[in-house]
């Protein structure tokens, strides 16, 4: 039986009143001289059992002789009243019958702590009615966990004692898990963090809900809760938002819990705060909570993992993933020999790539070790050069924004970048983002792992877009950099964090190649927001300010899914549908911009060069000077004294993303296909491709492919037979078909996953040449056999972009035919052509 007092029995109490007690007014001058919350909390529950048993002593002790008694419950019970919490009650009834002809006592006590300026939630039970498990409102057995004894009937409040602490006995398991399934759906509604700009001291996550869930779980006596923090542990954060909440009641008058602006500020100007200002406050706020919130997870996770069969099978399963560095235990990630970490400081990279690729939280045991090992890991990697390799293979797995807050949490992010330290915690003030700017980093590198996994229609093609990208792991260094600069508080923090990047990459020595990329998307990170709020996207200069600004496309496919990244992390509302479109339509208007510019923006007369240099850049589209580093037009100027020695230059080398093959050679039909052709025949995986012409009619052509049989690496002497076929192929003393001829056959997709092939021409992209984009199936030789199909039609290729993704090839041609664009006549047999050739052979 569960009974509040309806609305009309509520009239007479419905006068605000500015103060819960005349003789608790002296304390609120005290509390704010010396921030003593624990003497507020104390004195405003002394005051209230005074009311609570003055009000029972006049309305219900004649009534109620016996068969009645009064008990505190949730933070009443706990005796922590705060200066405007409300006042849980219990009214403990020998039985329904007796409650129901009395109510009119019961009524006049309720009303007369309402009168005593009282906000009273109450509730009345039997003896059963407290020990009976109520599923639907999980909230009023959690209550008596802290229930005592205030008035009336002691001898049944004796009855109760021993079977109430009976059901907890019997129900401990099935009341955590409920508790824990609150504490989650909780977390959710502010997205699973504490680095809120504005937070809840209550309900928000490192909050006093969690705060309480640890004490529930102690007094449940489960197993293995004192192993995870001690009452000690959490005293001074505990101190810390008692004194924070009390604050804030006194500032409103009222039960307020939300820490805003304006409440940072005045706290941190008390007397009790260190008077250095809110940032700092805010920053021992959050290390404050953060402790709490971890105590949090882990008995929620303690909890959790010792419930139902089919998790205990999937966390048997989980062990399995242990090696001769790490176990895996109760999914947890424990070091397996802890005193490795004296003669291996490397052990913590691998510990966090550990991380990163199986999404596992470290134990506490080995926080505490990672945590007392640092001074040896930060000499260490001062010495660790280049430290770039492991990096990008931490930045490149999967769950990498778990391993990234792994390593905040215990230091090691701040000890490979320093400049990660000026935004640890940082809030910066705005009423568009949610989150400090760590948090905000971290998420945004979060929604990119999100961003692989999503099925939702209008998100999936920028899904496929992050699928393109040769190196996630450089897009996620831009991003973890993107806002660093917003420490420095200079104004422009794109500028400033560009600045920190470019010291942060010389010290981990990422390649040249990756540090114009990384450099250019901090500095740009903005660029496509501000244009799709303040620019007119329908307007072309738009799209040319854009292009100028990007470059090259691969560059645009980074900074669009970089700002996908960063506008969603923001807060969850941000990136709303019509944000969405908007990017996507920034996209589109830059990418036709950039794929116009490709055959019309060419290198003229590049200055101070050498005659050399001139001329073999002179013709070149201006894509190849943005795309190529200096070592590698070296290599290409290299090529082309070799080749008007020898009609072609190859060169095959091993590359980071696979093998790299450089052709160059006289124009002619054909040329591309029998590179495309030999390749094919030997078994590799082209995934990427160029083709330039210069203004002498030199051609090259640049592929980049994958040797899924390691023939290559097995066998050295296959990469000298590549090169010879080539140039014999290409000096016209082989023939590709022949070679083809004994290419096994690749397995067809089925036909729901079979991409149709598409083929579009765009005759005003150019004012030399057509343009023509395909998409189709991904399968060997498809490059080789359209190619072949554009020679076979008379066609001359001008320029080739070719990608693939997956199973999907995307292919950009530009061509011309008789030395014109393709006229409206012979775009239609070429159409079923390139179809023909698209089709699984």
């Known amino acids: 039986m569960s009974q509040r007092l ?18 608790l007014d002296q304390l609120k001058p005290a509390f704010l001289e010396t921030g003593d919350a624990a003497t507020v909390l104390a004195a405003r529950n002394q005051w209230v059992e005074s009311q609570v048993t003055g009000a029972f002593a006049v309305h219900l002790a004649s009534a109620f002789p016996s068969g009645l008694a009064v008990l505190a419950v949730g933070g009443f019970g706990r005796a922590e009243l705060f200066p405007h919490s409300d006042v849980d009650i219990c009214l403990l009834v020998e039985n329904e019958k007796q409650a129901e002809e009395r109510r009119d006592a019961i009524s006049k006590f309720i009303q007369a702590l309402w009168d005593s300026h009282l906000r009273v939630s109450q509730s009345v039970r039997t003896v059963p009615e407290c020990c009976e498990l109520h599923d639907q409102n999980i909230e009023l057995n959690v209550s008596l966990i802290d229930q005592r004894y205030l008035a009336g009937d002691l001898e049944l409040y004796a009855r109760l004692q021993p079977k109430l602490k009976k059901f907890f006995e019997n129900n401990r398991s099935v009341l955590a898990r409920q508790i824990c399934k609150l504490a989650r759906t909780r977390h959710k509604q502010f997205n699973d963090t504490i680095y809120h700009l504005e937070p809840n001291l209550k309900e928000g996550p490192g909050g006093l809900r969690d705060l309480q869930l640890v004490d529930w779980f102690r007094k449940m006596e489960l197993p293995g809760m004192n192993d995870i923090a001690s009452p000690e542990d959490l005293d001074p954060a505990r101190r810390f938002v008692y004194q924070a909440r009390t604050y804030l009641h006194y500032r409103t008058g009222r039960d307020n819990n939300v820490l805003n602006f304006d409440a940072q500020e005045e706290l941190a100007e008390q007397p009790f705060s260190s008077q250095a200002g809110p940032e700092v406050w805010m920053r021992d706020f959050y290390r404050y909570v953060r402790s709490i919130s971890r105590a949090c997870m882990r008995s929620m996770d303690a909890v959790e993992s010792r419930n139902t069969s089919l998790l205990s099978g999937f966390r048997d399963w989980r062990t399995r993933l242990s090696n001769s560095d790490f176990t895996v235990s109760r999914d947890r990630i424990y070091l397996k020999a802890p005193l490795a970490l004296e003669r291996d400081p490397d052990l913590i990279l691998r510990l966090f790539q550990f991380v990163a690729r199986h999404g596992l939280p470290l134990a506490l045991e080995t926080e505490r070790r990672v945590q007392e090992h640092l001074p040896q890991f930060e000499s260490h990697i001062a010495r660790m050069q280049p430290l770039w390799p492991a990096l990008r293979e931490l930045l490149s797995l999967p769950h990498v924004a778990m391993a990234l807050r792994a390593m905040e949490d215990t230091g090691v992010l701040r000890l490979i970048f320093p400049e990660w330290e000026m935004v640890e915690c940082l809030v910066v003030r705005d009423f568009y983002h949610r989150y400090t700017v760590d948090e905000h980093t971290i998420v945004t590198i979060e929604n990119l792992q999100n961003l692989a996994r999503t099925t939702e229609h209008g998100h999936r093609r920028f899904a496929t877009m992050l699928a393109e990208l040769d190196e996630p792991a450089v897009l996620r260094l831009a991003l973890l950099f993107h806002d660093v600069g917003k420490g420095a508080r200079t104004g422009d923090h794109s500028r400033e964090s560009a600045k ?40 072309p200069a738009t799209a040319r300010m854009l292009a100028d600004k990007v470059g090259t496309i691969e560059a645009l496919k980074y900074l669009t899914v970089m700002t996908y990244a960063d506008v969603s992390g923001v807060n969850p509302t941000a990136l709303s549908p019509w944000r969405l479109e908007q990017l996507w339509r920034v996209y589109l208007a830059t990418h036709d911009e950039l794929t116009r510019e490709l055959q019309t923006d060419r290198i003229s007369a590049p200055v101070e060069q050498s005659d050399e240099r001139t001329a073999f850049l002179k013709g070149l589209p201006v894509r190849y000077l943005r795309t190529h580093t200096e070592e590698e037009i070296e290599l290409h100027l290299e090529l082309d004294r070799r080749r008007k020695d020898a009609e072609i230059a190859i060169d095959v080398r091993k590359g980071p993303g696979g093998y790299e093959l450089t052709v160059l050679a006289k124009d002619r039909l054909y040329l591309f296909a029998a590179v495309a052709g030999t390749l094919s025949s030997f078994g590799m995986n082209i995934l990427k491709a160029e083709a330039f012409a210069n203004q002498q009619g030199t051609i090259l052509d640049t592929f980049v492919f994958a040797d899924p049989s390691r023939s290559l690496e097995l066998n050295p002497p296959e990469m000298d037979r590549l090169q010879v076929t080539l140039e014999r192929v290409l000096l016209g003393k082989q023939q590709v078909r022949d070679l083809l001829k004994y290419r096994p056959k690749p397995v067809l997709p089925s036909k729901r996953s079979m991409i149709i092939p598409k083929v579009s021409f765009n005759n005003e992209a150019s004012e030399s040449a057509t343009l023509v984009e395909i998409v189709a199936e991904d399968r060997p030789g498809l490059l080789y056999d359209i190619a072949s199909a554009l020679s076979n039609n008379g066609c001359n290729i001008e320029l080739v972009l070719v990608s693939t993704e997956a199973h999907k090839a995307m292919d950009v041609f530009y061509i011309s035919h008789g030395g014109r664009k393709l006229s409206e006549t012979l775009m239609p047999p070429l159409r079923s052509a390139l179809e023909r050739a698209c089709m699984p052979q």
């Open 6 to 23: 309806s609305e009309s029995e509520m009239t007479t109490v419905v006068k605000p009143r500015s103060e819960h007690g005349r003789g």
């Open 500 to 539: 920190l990047v470019v010291q942060a990459m010389a010290r981990i020595q990422v390649p040249e190649k990756w540090r114009k990329l990384v450099l250019f998307l901090v500095d740009q990170h903005l660029a496509l927001s501000a244009a799709m709020t303040s620019r007119d996207l329908d307007d």
